[in-house]
């Protein structure tokens, strides 16, 4: 019996996180029948590989959608805006789509899935026929607090992101490359992807700010992992960092639990949770970096010792590649879900 194959279009295609979605498609073996790839005009005409064939780029309207016949699944990854606006479309087709804006995150209708954490919510995708991949950081942080929370249920988190550069796109990433090069050579260094000067230096200041002092990126890290969990009563604080790397998100997490524990149990316990590699023999230098992290499909976890200023407390570092298993490999995770299970 042959295996059945699915139509895939990927919308953002050209994107950082479009581009690694395709990749990691081809490298994960994903049973791809027919490849649409959609981006803005200004990448129509362009060709991109996959499975040894060149596929061309095709300009995302509704008159092209409506072309391409039988699309089984979209994976999204071009802002809130598209999303908002092309998703329904699909979704009055029959196409599931997989987005990985915040436009729908909160929709009580809409699953938010990390399959390792929630992989049964997966099944809610029939409400909307859509699914909500969730912010990279939080992605990370859910799949480290989950079996936590299972074991010694969480009382409250504080978490302090330090963000790659990646997070803001290919133009983020641009910005501190070219901000190095103007500083070693005396040329005049230019700010416009983010709020001030990001080489050598920290911003703690990612999206907007609200009213009560906290920006939409630590909202959403606070409320996405409410609603993974699934415990709304559950205290988290977030203060989000945009730093100059390249690749991957840094996390340091603060964790006090109702019930006491041994940091020896937590490693035990981490260290048999899918999609977790514990790194942590500090004295031997041995613990998560940017460089690690970087193109693995882990999550990175080291630097676990008790904080000694409560009872149950837990302080621990999280690296992940914010590309990967922040965006593409989580999406695609969903898919491979859903094609096995779901459909």
């Not at 981490?270 to 230098?285: C, E, F, M, R, Y």
């Amino acid at each position: 019996m042959s295996t059945p194959s699915w139509n895939i279009a990927i919308i953002g295609a050209t994107g950082l996180v479009g581009k690694e979605m395709v990749s990691i498609l081809e490298e994960r073996n994903f049973p791809v029948g027919k490849l649409y790839l959609f981006a803005s005009e200004k990448s129509e005409g362009n060709l991109m590989p996959f499975q040894q064939k060149s596929h061309r780029v095709q300009k995302l309207t509704p008159e092209n959608i409506e072309r391409c016949k039988n699309i089984d699944l979209a994976l999204f990854s071009a802002g809130n805006e598209i999303s908002k606006k092309f998703i329904p479309l699909f979704a009055e087709r029959g196409t599931i789509s997989i987005d990985n804006s915040s436009a729908f995150r909160m929709d009580p209708e809409v699953p938010l899935v990390v399959p390792e954490v929630n992989y049964e919510a997966i099944s809610q995708f029939k409400n909307k026929n859509m699914i909500s991949n969730p912010n990279c950081s939080t992605v990370q942080l859910v799949q480290v607090l989950k079996p936590i929370h299972d074991a010694y249920r969480i009382k409250r988190v504080v978490v302090s992101t330090y963000q790659s550069t990646s997070g803001k796109g290919k133009e983020g990433m641009e910005e501190l490359s070219q901000q190095t090069v103007a500083l070693f050579t005396n040329k005049d260094l230019k700010v416009s992807e983010f709020p001030h000067q990001i080489a050598f230096n920290c911003i703690p200041h990612i999206d907007s700010f609200f009213n009560n002092g906290y920006t939409f990126e630590e909202m959403k890290v606070i409320l996405e992992t409410q609603k993974i969990l699934n415990a709304p009563q559950l205290k988290v604080s977030a203060t989000c960092v945009r730093i100059p790397t390249f690749s991957c998100h840094g996390e340091s997490v603060n964790i006090e639990t109702y019930d006491p524990f041994t940091v020896e149990e937590v490693v035990t316990l981490l260290s048999q949770t899918k999609g977790i590699k514990v790194v942590d023999d500090p004295q031997k230098n041995i613990y998560p970096t940017n460089v690690l992290g970087t193109g693995k499909n882990e999550t990175f976890v080291g630097r676990l010792r008790p904080d000694v200023t409560v009872e149950h407390g837990l302080n621990l570092w999280i690296i992940s590649d914010n590309l990967r298993k922040g965006a593409a490999l989580n999406a695609v995770q969903i898919s491979e879900a859903l094609i096995h299970e779901f459909l």
